[in-house]
């Protein structure tokens, strides 16, 4: 498994590969929905985001409360295709790396064709094992959002899967494409 350090330049993300198992150590910010259209608005609107967006990953997550002794609670990627309709604004502003589950639709496939970008998938129904990944976790922005506020997370050896790359392979098509044949 190759070992990537967030956040990540676009040179960077261009050399990973559709398949490719790689260990995430660093930061990355937790965003769900309703944090994704706050960003949006922003972006629409010209002002800065509340966090570094150049080179950074985000992660379609919404972790539960976290338990004594314990940085953050459950923490399992949500569905990303509920971020489509804002991830192309974000991956032109710099974003390189989104980290989530299932299938991506074609806008979202051609930003990162275009600038540079990267879909990692983290295993569904794991969120406590990948919760051990965390570190650190700080709320950063819209705190009144609870679960889905933006939290800066510091990630050690977080095992993910390439599956969309910046030349738009895609795991998920290859998988059934392998399968059918």
Known sequence: MK??????????????????GILLSGVVYAARD????RLAELAARGEALPFPIEGAI???????????????GSAGPTSSYRMDA?????????LTGMI?????????????KDYGAAYFGAIGGAGALLARCVEA?????YEDLGA???RRLTVRDMPLTVVIDCEGNDLYKR???????
């Open 100 to 112: 989530g589950k299932g299938a991506r639709g074609p806008a979202v496939v051609e930003a990162m």
């Open 175 to 181: 998988g059934r494409a392998a399968f059918l044949s």
């Open 58 to 72: 985000i992660y379609y997550v919404g972790p539960t409360p976290e338990k004594p002794g314990r940085v953050i």
């Open 137 to 141: 976790s700080e709320v950063v922005a």
């Open 86 to 94: 804002f991830a192309p604004a974000l991956i032109a502003l710099g």
């Open 34 to 37: 309703a944090a994704h259209l």
């Open 3 to 20: 070992r990537v350090v967030a956040p990540i330049c676009r040179g960077d993300v261009r050399l990973l590969r559709c398949g490719e």
């Open 148 to 150: 889905e506020a933006i």
